[in-house]
Structures are given as C-alpha cells and as structure tokens.
C-alpha cells in the first residue's frame, strides 16, 4: 500500500508491504497549486515503480489539506482528475494522527500556522477543531503589537524587511519570552496563551472516557512555546500522557491502505459487500469503517524503521 502526504507546500509518500517493510519513500515541493499536480505525479511516478516488480496493484491513501481537493481529489466527475485516482481521501491532520497515536484512541494538538485539534475517541468517532489564536500567523501580527512595549522586541524586528517578521522566524522570536532573561512583556503573553490552549485540550478530552494519550505537532510543537504548552497539560491534566509521534504522516494515510485491505479481505470470507469509499459525499474525515479496521490491527507496522 502506499500513502501520501500533501502539506501546504511538500508533499511525502511511503510504500510499504503489508507486513510494514519500507519499499521506498519519494517526496517534493511546490511553491503554489501550478505546481503540485506535476509534484503529485512525480512522487505517484516513483511510487509506482517499486511496486512493479511485485506485480501487485497497490492501495493508494491520501490525505491532503482540504485547499488541494479540487486538483488531487474532485468529486465531480466532470473535473480533470490527475493520473492517480485514490482508494481513500481523508485529511491531512488525520494522517498526523494516525501516524502519531496508531493503536489507541487519543488527541492531537497541531501548532503551524493555525492552531488545530484532531482527535479519534472510543467510539472510533473523529473530530477536528480549528482556531486562530496561538497559531504562527496570529504570533507574528501579536509579536509586532507586543513590539510597541518592548525595545528588545523592537530591536530584533529591526531586522526583518518592513519589521515583520517570516513564519518560519517566528520560533526564534518566542525565545525571547523565556528563561534566563525573558522579556518581561512577551512572557506574561507566551504563559497566558499556553495556559488557553490547554484548557482548550482539558475541554475537548473532558467528555471523552479513554482518552489519555496526545502527541504534539506543528513547527511550532518543538518551540519553547510549545514546550510550555506541554508543561501546562501534565500539571493541568496529568491523566494526559504526552507521546512522541510513532511514524510519519504519510505511514499514517498508509495505515489507511492496510485497514482496507484487512477489511475487504473479511468482507469477502462473509460474503458481504466490499468497502469503497463514497466519491458523492464530502465527508471530511476518515472514512469510519477504516479507523475501526485499524484499530483492532492493535500494532500495525511493527517492522517499520522507527
């Protein structure tokens, strides 16, 4: 089965043998939506061809940010679709998720540009939720306003063209509000937000018995504002135990793949109707039938290389 990818400006795929053996992996960029259909192509190209001497028809997963499903994944059939028409559509954040927390139920807290939340409760039900604040575009209009009351902010927006700041400085700039010496007017802001968002998790995990797992992802996970979000989960929710993410997002679509292939393989030996998903709704999640599939696999991929 293979598995893809599709970020806002990257795109990463992996194909893998049922038992979890790595066959080869490919990957692209793209700097606007011209650009990602021959991306798509090229990484589907190099895919491809290491099933080829297997003779086997892989299972194709795909999850993507909803802004790409026109061009990789159009419902009316009257669109253009590219070479490759996917088994399975799911978004992109799910993928993380699956990817992070494979085998339980559990949550997901992306910090990029935007603040989000996926979870896959014990009812096997998936929920996502989006918020502005926190996010790496509401950091860079919030470092700058800061900056009015803070000369050493002042001084390190100097050197960006026009004093603003690029997402990618944006980690950088959130040093500052930590030890040893924080800026007395961006920490205050940096404790306030990381306290918000945890509660935000506390809220979405409240009603949700067999929750106790979560992992942490984004650019912005591995900074110290996202370090500090994490100090604020274990003493605000201890029950919440935080786990590095397991595999890769495109092994999570890919987990998708396998999931169909076990599904269908007992669908078949009951003389029921095979599982497709349904190109006529778009229905933004994974389809449920996979995630329940998945998560009886217990420990799927074992033999992936960590």
Known sequence: MCGLHVGHASLHGVSLTPEGELLHFAQARFRNLEELEPAFQKVVETLSAAHEPAGVKPIWALAL????????????????????????????????????????????????????????????????????????????????????????????????????????????????????????????????????LAQMVIRATARLPGMEDYALSGYLGKSSFGKLVARRLAEEAPYLRERKPRFPPEVGAALSGLAQERENWEREHLGKELFQQDRTEDAWAPPQPLIRRLYRLRKPFERFPE
């Open 65 to 196: 940010e909803k802004i790409h499903r026109p061009i990789l994944a159009p419902r009316r059939l009257d669109i253009p679709r590219p070479l490759l028409t996917p088994d399975i559509v799911q978004p992109a954040l799910s993928s993380v998720l699956l990817g992070a927390i494979p085998d339980r139920p559990g949550l997901l807290l992306n910090l990029g540009k935007e603040v989000r939340i996926a979870l896959i409760d014990s009812t096997l039900t998936y929920r996502e939720y989006r918020f502005t604040e926190g996010g790496g575009e509401w950091w860079r209009a919030e470092v700058s306003r800061l900056a009015e009351h803070s000369l050493r902010l002042q001084t390190h927006l100097k050197q960006f063209p026009q004093g603003r700041p690029g997402l990618r400085n944006i980690p950088q700039l959130l040093e500052l509000g930590q030890y040893p010496t924080p800026d007395p007017v961006l920490k205050p802001r940096l404790e306030k937000m990381a306290s918000q």
